[in-house]
C-alpha cells in the first residue's frame, strides 16, 4: 500500500502570509498531482509534476517534486482568502492514483 | 471547457437495493475512473476502464461492483446490493492519455444507504 503523508492537516494563517504543504511517501511515484477539492463537490487539478526535482509555477503557487520523487510540496505566497481550501496530494504509480488525506487550508481576512 | 458531468448529484436507497451511478467522460477521453470518498476520509482508487474492460481494480471494489460503458459517452458503475458502509460520496474521472497521469473529477454523487 502507497501511504502519501500530508502535513499539516490543517493551517490557518492570515491574509498576506506565505505558507506550505507538504506530501511525503516511503515510495517512489512516476508523477505527483496536486489537487484542491470544495466541500461536496470533486477534486479539481492544480499541477502535475513528474520529474525530480522539477518545481512548478502557477501564479503564487509554487510546486516542488523531490529530487527522489517520493515527495512534494506546495507553496503559496501571499495567501488570499480565495485559497481556503483543501488541497489533496496524489501519487501515480501503477496505474492509478494514490491520494493523501489533505491539507484544509484556512486564509483569514 | 470540457468538464466531467455525474448523475444524480444525491441518491438516497435503502441496504440491499441496486443502484447505478452515471458518469459522461470528457469526450476525447479514453481511460475512466471510478472513485469514493467516506466522510472524512481520504479518496479512495476503486476501478479503472479503458478499451471497455477493467484494467485495475482496488480490493474495495468487489463483486457487488461493476462497471459499464454501454455507449459511447456513458460510464457507469453498478452497486448490486448495498451495504450501509458504501455510504460516501463517489466520484467519476476520466484522462486522455494515460501517461498524462491528469484526471479529472466530475463533481461527484451523494450516496446514502439507509
Known amino acids: 500500500t502507497q501511504l502519501l503523508e500530508q502535513s499539516p492537516q490543517f493551517l490557518s494563517i492570515q491574509e498576506g502570509e506565505n505558507l506550505t504543504v507538504y506530501c511525503n511517501s516511503s515510495s517512489v511515484f512516476s508523477s505527483l498531482q496536486w489537487y484542491r477539492q470544495e466541500p461536496g463537490e470533486g477534486p479539481v487539478l492544480l499541477v502535475t509534476v513528474v520529474t525530480g526535482g522539477e518545481v512548478k509555477k502557477l501564479k503564487r503557487l509554487t510546486f516542488q517534486f523531490g529530487d527522489a520523487r517520493k515527495d512534494s510540496s506546495l507553496h503559496i505566497t501571499a495567501a488570499q482568502p480565495g485559497d481556503t481550501g483543501l488541497y489533496l496530494c496524489a501519487g501515480w504509480r501503477d496505474y492509478k492514483l494514490s491520494f493523501g488525506a489533505g491539507t484544509t487550508v484556512t486564509v483569514r481576512a | 471547457e470540457p468538464e466531467v458531468t455525474q448523475t444524480p448529484s444525491h441518491q438516497v436507497t435503502q441496504m440491499g437495493q441496486e443502484v447505478i451511478l452515471r458518469c459522461v467522460p470528457i469526450s476525447n477521453h479514453l481511460y475512466f475512473y471510478w472513485y469514493r470518498q467516506i466522510l472524512g476520509q481520504k479518496v479512495e482508487f476503486l476501478v479503472s476502464?479503458?478499451?471497455?474492460?477493467?484494467?485495475?481494480k482496488s480490493e474495495i471494489f468487489d463483486d457487488q461492483f461493476s462497471v459499464e460503458r454501454p455507449d459511447g459517452s456513458n460510464f457507469t458503475l453498478k452497486i448490486r446490493s448495498t451495504k450501509l458502509e458504501d455510504s460516501a460520496m463517489y466520484f467519476c474521472?476520466?484522462?486522455?492519455?494515460?501517461?498524462?497521469?491528469?484526471?479529472?473529477f466530475g463533481p461527484g454523487t451523494r450516496l446514502t444507504v439507509t
Open positions: 476502464f479503458y478499451n471497455n474492460e477493467i484494467s485495475e
Open positions: 474521472a476520466s484522462s486522455g492519455d494515460r501517461a498524462s497521469y491528469e484526471q479529472y
